[in-house]
DNA sequence: CCCCCTTTTCCTGCTT
DNA sequence: CAAGCAGGAAAAGGGG
C-alpha cells in the first residue's frame, strides 16, 4: 500500500558534506552529522533565507528610516524597574545612553549590505519588525538589563512581528512572558515614544580617499600579517572601527572586506582583535573563535580544507556557559584575491570574543554573544534547548544543500538518534534535546 | 545497477 | 489554535 506519494521533489541535494570522510564508518559520519548541525546551532545567526521569509511585509527598500536620539524628558521614564526584580534597573541616563547609542548604531548599519543582521531592528520603526527583529530586540534588551536567563523565555517572542506586538496590550507581554512581558511591554511603548525618525544620512565609503585608499592599498599589496598597522592613520582605524561591519563579509566561509565596492579576500584566522577591530566586526565570523571559516563545508571543500566540521568544542573565550566555540584546524590559504562585487546571502556567525574588546560599542559584543539560537540547559550534560527552531532547521538545510529543511524534518531526523544513542529524550520539554552515549565532542 | 543505511518528506494522531 | 512530539511509510541520497 501507498502510504502517500512525494508531492514536491527538491532540486539539488547533491554535495553531501564532499569530502566528508568517506572512510568513516557510517555511525561516525553520522555523529559528524550531527556534530555539523551542532555547529551550525552554535554560529548563532539566521540565514538571509529565513529574514526574508519572514519580511514578506516589508519591503527592504521602505528601510529608509532610522531612530536618532532626541532628549529624554525625564517624566517620561517609567519606573517599571523598581516593580520588577532587582535585576532590572532603568534610569534616566541608561535610558538615554541607550537611545543614543541605538541612533549611533544606526548610522553605522545603515548601507551594510545586510550584515548588521542581529540590530536591523534598530533600523526600523517597530511596527516594521519582522519576527526575527522581534527577537532580537527581545534578546537585545534582556542582555541589556541582565535578565536571569533561565526566567526570560526569548522564544516566547519569535512568532511576534512589531506590528502585532503593537498591538498587544499589557497583558497581552505578560502572557507572552510572565516573568518580564511587563518589562518588555514598557520597553516596547518607550522604544516608541522617545524615538523619531528622520531620513537616513548614507554613509559613503569613498568620501576620505585618505582612509580607503590607504587600507585598500595596503590590501593590495601585503598580507594582514605584512601589514604595518601603525600606518594607518587614526583616521583609518576610525573609519574601520565604524565601518567594519558592512565591509567584512564571510557568508561563503572566505573572509572578505568591502573596499569602494569591491570585496577583497584576506587571512584573518590568527587574530583579528590585535588591530583593535571592534568585537562586532569579529562578531561576523561563522566561527568567532580563531578567526574565520568552516562553516561552510563546499567552500571549504573547494579550497581544499577538508576539516568544515568539528574540531573542538571550547567555550573559553565567551565567560558565560551558554556559549559553544567550535573551531576548526587553519586555513592555509586565500591572501589578497581580488574578487568582484556580488550581493552573496549573509551567513553570520555571531560568536564574540570579550567585552572588554569592545570599543565604544559596549552592547555589541554582549548583544551578539546573548542571541544564540539554541541554548545550553544543562551544558555538563549535553542538555541544550533550541532558541529558534526554524532558524535552526534553515542552518542545517544550509548544511545539506537543502532550502527546503523545516524544524517539522530536522526534528524527524533528530527522532531517529534516540534509538541509536546519538540523542537521549528528554521528555516534557519542548524543543530540548540531550547528546547521548553515543555522541562525543559537544563537551571539551 | 544493486544493496544498504541514513536522511528527507509527508502524514496521522496526540500533547503542550 | 499553534507548535511540538511520536512514529509509520516511502522516497531520495549516497557510499560501497
Redesign the pocket.
Same mark, same amino acid.
Given at each position: 500500500?501507498?502510504?502517500? =506519494?512525494?508531492? @514536491?521533489?527538491?532540486?539539488l %541535494? @547533491?554535495? !553531501?558534506q564532499s569530502a %566528508?570522510a568517506?572512510?568513516l564508518e557510517?555511525?561516525e559520519e553520522?555523529f559528524t552529522?550531527?556534530q555539523d548541525y551542532i555547529i551550525e546551532m552554535a554560529s548563532v545567526c539566521p540565514p538571509q533565507s529565513l529574514y526574508e521569509s519572514f519580511n514578506t511585509d516589508f519591503d527592504g527598500d521602505q528601510d529608509l528610516s532610522f531612530y536618532e536620539p532626541r532628549d529624554v524628558k525625564p517624566e517620561k521614564v517609567h519606573d517599571f524597574a523598581m516593580e520588577n526584580t532587582s535585576s532590572c534597573s532603568m534610569d534616566n541616563a541608561n535610558l538615554l545612553d541607550l537611545t543614543s547609542q541605538i541612533g549611533f548604531k544606526q548610522e553605522l548599519s545603515y548601507q551594510d549590505n545586510g550584515q548588521g543582521e542581529l540590530l536591523r531592528w534598530t533600523q526600523k520603526h517597530p511596527d516594521h519588525w519582522s519576527t526575527l527583529e522581534v527577537l532580537d530586540w527581545a534578546y537585545y534588551m534582556a542582555d541589556y538589563y541582565q535578565l536571569d536567563g533561565s526566567k526570560f523565555r526569548g522564544e516566547n517572542y519569535q512568532?511576534l512581528t512589531g506590528s502585532m506586538m503593537s498591538r498587544m496590550a499589557q497583558s497581552d507581554f505578560q502572557r507572552y512572558d510572565p516573568e518580564f512581558g511587563h518589562m518588555f511591554y514598557d520597553l516596547f511603548q518607550q522604544l516608541k515614544s522617545d524615538s523619531k525618525f528622520i531620513e537616513p544620512s548614507p554613509v559613503d565609503y569613498n568620501a576620505d580617499p585618505d582612509t580607503s585608499a590607504v587600507f585598500a592599498e595596503l590590501l593590495k599589496n601585503s598580507t594582514l600579517e605584512e601589514m604595518d598597522m601603525s600606518e594607518i592613520s587614526d583616521q583609518t582605524s576610525k573609519m574601520l572601527d565604524n565601518n567594519l561591519v558592512s565591509m567584512l563579509d564571510v557568508s561563503d566561509g572566505v573572509p572578505k572586506v568591502n573596499i569602494g565596492g569591491t570585496w577583497y579576500d584576506f587571512e584573518v584566522e590568527d587574530d583579528l582583535s590585535r588591530f583593535d577591530i571592534p568585537v562586532t566586526a569579529i562578531a561576523m565570523s561563522e566561527n568567532g573563535d580563531h578567526g574565520y571559516g568552516s562553516g561552510d563545508s563546499d567552500v571549504n571543500s573547494e579550497l581544499g580544507n577538508d576539516h568544515s566540521r568539528l574540531a573542538s568544542v571550547s567555550s573559553d573565550f565567551c565567560s558565560d556557559d551558554e556559549s559553544v566555540v567550535f573551531s576548526s584546524p587553519p586555513k592555509k590559504k586565500t591572501v589578497n584575491r581580488k574578487r568582484t562585487f556580488s550581493s552573496t546571502s549573509v551567513d553570520e556567525g555571531c560568536e564574540v570574543e570579550d567585552n572588554k574588546n569592545i570599543q565604544g560599542q559596549p552592547f555589541m559584543g554582549i548583544y551578539q554573544r546573548f542571541a544564540k539560537r539554541y541554548k545550553w540547559e544543562d551544558k555538563e550534560n549535553g542538555v541544550f534547548r533550541f532558541v529558534q527552531?526554524?532558524a535552526v532547521a534553515q542552518m542545517?538545510g544550509r548544511k545539506?544543500n @537543502?532550502p527546503? =529543511?523545516?524544524?517539522?524534518?530536522?526534528? #524527524?531526523?533528530m !527522532?531517529?538518534?534516540?534509538k #541509536?544513542g546519538i540523542l537521549d #529524550?528528554v521528555?516534557? !520539554? !519542548?524543543?530540548?534535546y540531550k547528546f547521548g552515549p553515543n555522541s562525543h565532542g559537544w563537551k571539551e
Open positions: 500500500m501507498i502510504h502517500y =506519494m512525494h508531492k @514536491n521533489i527538491l532540486p %541535494k @547533491n554535495s !553531501r %566528508k568517506k572512510q557510517s555511525f553520522e552529522d550531527i512568532s527552531s526554524e542545517w545539506k @537543502n527546503g =529543511m523545516t524544524y517539522e524534518k530536522l526534528s #524527524r531526523a !527522532r531517529y538518534y534516540y #541509536r #529524550r521528555d516534557g !520539554r !519542548r524543543l530540548v
